[in-house]
Nanobody, 122 residues
Framework: VQLQAYGGGLVQTGGSLRLSCAAS????????MGWFRQAPGKEREFVAAISWGGGRLYYADSVKGRFAISRDNAKNTVYLQMNSLNPEDTAVYYC????????????????WGQGTLVTVSS
């Protein structure tokens, strides 16, 4: 399975970006998907996740109210809409596929995308 993340770039504080992650797997719609990020010098952290059908959404406290995860199973794609960006959001963002229908912090993703860099200037 290949996950291709794209949509990163340079944006000013307060701006918006939408990340996309396209999956090569035809059974994409059967699994929960997530977004993670890794800032320079920091560990990778959870950002958001969405259940297989899109009915359940999960967010890290740091992005609640600003970011929105969604998916289009017909296009095998998951999105991360990021609004009100600030310099603390600067990181490489990764999409990931879980081996389960729903997200849990105890679950570990089985596939990872290559990452897309988001840089927020002050």
């Amino acid at each position: 399975v290949q996950l291709q993340a794209y949509g990163g770039g340079l944006v000013q504080t307060g701006g918006s970006l939408r990340l996309s992650c396209a999956a090569s797997e035809r059974t994409f719609s059967s699994y929960a998907m997530g977004w993670f990020r890794q800032a320079p010098g920091k560990e990778r952290e959870f950002v958001a996740a969405i259940s297989w059908g899109g009915g359940r959404l999960y967010y890290a406290d740091s992005v609640k109210g600003r970011f929105a995860i969604s998916r289009d199973n017909a296009k095998n794609t998951v999105y991360l809409q990021m609004n009100s960006l600030n310099p603390e959001d600067t990181a490489v963002y990764y999409c990931a596929e879980y081996p389960t229908k729903f997200y849990s912090r105890d679950y570990v993703p089985r596939y990872w995308g290559q990452g897309t860099l988001v840089t927020v200037s002050s």
